[in-house]
């Protein structure tokens, strides 16, 4: 029986995905301790980038919340993180965040454009000075120390975050549901009178957003000896995972993490080797995506394969 070139192509994708799952479940085995750091970092930063991804790529409205949403999931951590197991928290952490968004999705996802947009930016700032305000009055503390967990298993439970995540936002693309927010992005009063739920849709979608950064935040809290409001909800956080979807492009799922994986072991080195410099570094690749590659590098692929395509056309 002969395998056909179509038959290959079917089946390198879901090879190569198997070698790679196996090379990073197997990382722990062989790789230095800064490398499992490292890695953990980049798995961080491609979960909270798909997260946003999955809502905010097809709906088009620009969320700045996961800074809020990554945030309790870190907060989770400080507080239950000694009275119960790890998994549990985490579990804790993903229904917190899921369960705000829902709350805030359903209050503000009537709100378009840069109102949207604003009013996330101002949750983050809200959340952070309300519990800076709350340690300070009544527990006469700022901040709190964390359970410390051993490297490797901070990995091996971010990567199979990722995991999930990444089969949960290839689901939803695939589905009905998926087709609905593309079309909630394209013309939402459209979708609305063709029949589609358009505000259960999006703050649905939105919560299980939140749900994975929530989950994220509570391990990734375990990683550090103390957080505080100030750490824990930081707005960088939200800037940068903009800029890392902006720079992989959203056309395809690839993209977010091709994107967020490039631009977080480049902050690893700006930081190491230009600590003062390294947001001016960040401002200008921003302002240079945004002008010469506004679909990302999912766009650069993109075309470059149709001019390929079109080469051979001439050619035959």
């Known amino acids: 029986m002969k395998i056909s070139d179509l038959d290959i192509r079917k089946l390198w994708v879901p090879g190569s995905l198997l ?44 969320s700045l919340a ?20 790890l998994v549990i928290v985490i579990l804790i952490g993903a229904l917190l965040s899921s369960f705000l968004a829902l709350l805030i999705g359903g209050l503000t996802l009537r709100l378009k454009g840069i109102y949207f947009t604003v009013f996330t930016f101002g949750l983050v700032e809200l959340i952070k000075h309300l519990l800076l305000w709350y340690e300070i009055k009544y527990t006469g503390t700022r901040g709190r120390f964390v359970i410390l967990v051993d490297n490797n298993t901070i990995y091996h439970i971010m990567l199979i975050i990722l995991i999930v995540l990444l089969i949960t936002a290839y689901l939803i693309r695939r589905s009905k549901y998926g087709l609905a927010l593309w079309s909630i992005g394209e013309f939402e009063d459209a979708a609305a009178h063709s029949g589609v739920n358009v505000n259960a849709l999006k703050t649905i979608t939105f919560a299980i957003s939140a749900s994975f950064m929530g989950a994220t935040g509570a391990i990734m809290a375990t990683r550090w000896t103390y957080v505080d409001p100030y750490i824990a909800f930081k707005t960088l956080y939200s800037f940068m995972v903009v800029l ?24 690893e080195v700006l930081i190491t080797k230009f600590p003062y410099y390294y947001m001016l570094a960040f401002g200008l690749i921003l302002l240079a995506v945004i002008l010469f590659i506004p679909d990302g590098l999912v766009g650069v692929i993109e075309d470059w394969q149709e001019k390929r395509k079109g080469k051979q056309h001439a050619n035959t």
Do not use: C, D, K
């Open 19 to 62: 070698v790679i799952l196996g090379l990073l479940s197997t990382l722990t085995l062989y790789a230095s301790t800064y490398t499992v750091i490292l890695t953990t970092s980049i798995f961080m930063y491609i979960n909270l980038t798909v997260s946003w991804v999955i809502f905010s790529a097809p709906t088009r409205y620009i």
């Open 66 to 85: 996961p800074a809020a949403f990554f945030g309790v999931g870190i907060y989770t951590s400080a507080t239950l993180g000694t009275e119960l197991p």
């Open 244 to 267: 890392m979807a902006a720079f992989g492009g959203m056309g395809q799922l690839y993209g977010p993490v091709v994107g967020a994986a490039i631009f977080a072991y480049l902050e």
